[in-house]
């Protein structure tokens, strides 16, 4: 018998990267899993890779709150209660601020922060009391990085909803914490709109600056997602940084 087997979850932004890692470590432990998408071919190889397992896939944009109000009825519907949700949802662009428009602006914290607040709005009355929920933050939250402005400011508001949350939903034994990602390979590297070119670039980049000289694997981030969900049971309101050490001050040992 697997780890999960009894388990329900949901995974919000469950197609790809990491996502869709989290959702094969779920299924690998037994547990049946609701998971969204907003791009109709990912929704559609999610469907096709994953056919036979215990999985429903819903095609859904938290940018919309009928969206958000349609999975809240589906997910009732399908699983009714769950044991975790795993919001991991996130759009990037890279501009320096003198060249964000409002419709970047707007986009990046409807996605981020918008979406991600009426998500769990929705979703938490259907939380099982010793439940949790688990965010998807970013080390941008801290770092401070020239063009990721607005995606930063949405993702430390992520960052304070989950304390928020995890204070409001403490008498129901709900714990809510977060993983903040550091360089992670992902179809997108993070950027949807990035060129092939500027994710080589980001990939050099990440890789020189990670203590560990290496990007972390989606994988990697599935595991404290997952830790935090259903094996730390006496943590709430922590955000955990899966960076390889980034944002941790960690100063590699000088070779001789």
């Known amino acids: ?49 994953l056919d036979g397992k215990a999985v429903h896939v819903l ?6 709150m009928d969206d958000i109000a349609e999975l809240a009825a589906e997910v009732e519907k399908t699983l009714g209660r769950v044991d975790a949700v795993f919001v991991n949802v996130g759009y990037a662009a890279l501009e320096p601020i003198a060249l964000v428009t409002e419709e ?3 986009r990046q914290f409807n996605v981020n922060t918008k979406g991600v607040f009426f998500t769990v ?7 099982n009391d010793n439940g949790s929920i688990v965010f998807t933050t970013s080390i941008a939250n801290v770092t401070g990085t020239p063009g990721m402005g607005v995606y930063s400011g949405a993702k430390a508001a ?9 204070a409001e939903l403490l008498p129901r034994g709900i714990r809510v914490n977060s993983v903040s990602p550091g360089f992670i390979h992902t179809p997108t590297m993070g950027i949807a709109d990035a060129s092939a070119e500027e994710r080589a670039v980001l990939s050099q980049v990440g890789d020189a600056l990670t203590p560990m000289k290496r990007h972390g694997t989606a994988e990697e981030v ?19 940084a899966v960076d390889g050490g980034l944002t941790q001050h960690i100063q590699p040992v000088p070779q001789q």
């Open 59 to 64: 095609r859904s944009d938290v940018a919309s």
């Open 158 to 166: 992520v960052r304070s909803f989950a304390q928020v949350f995890a």
């Open 121 to 127: 709005q929705k979703l938490a009355p259907l939380v």
């Open 222 to 240: 599935a595991t404290a997602a997952l830790f935090f969900a259903f094996d730390a049971t006496f943590t709430t309101g922590v955000e955990l």
């Open 1 to 49: 018998m697997g780890k999960y087997a009894g388990k329900k979850a949901v995974v919000i932004g469950g197609t790809h990267g990491m996502g869709l890692a989290m959702v094969q470590g779920l299924l690998d432990g037994g547990a049946e899993v609701l998971l969204t998408g907003r791009n109709k071919d990912n929704i559609e190889t999610a469907r096709r890779d």
């Open 104 to 106: 970047t602006y707007d």
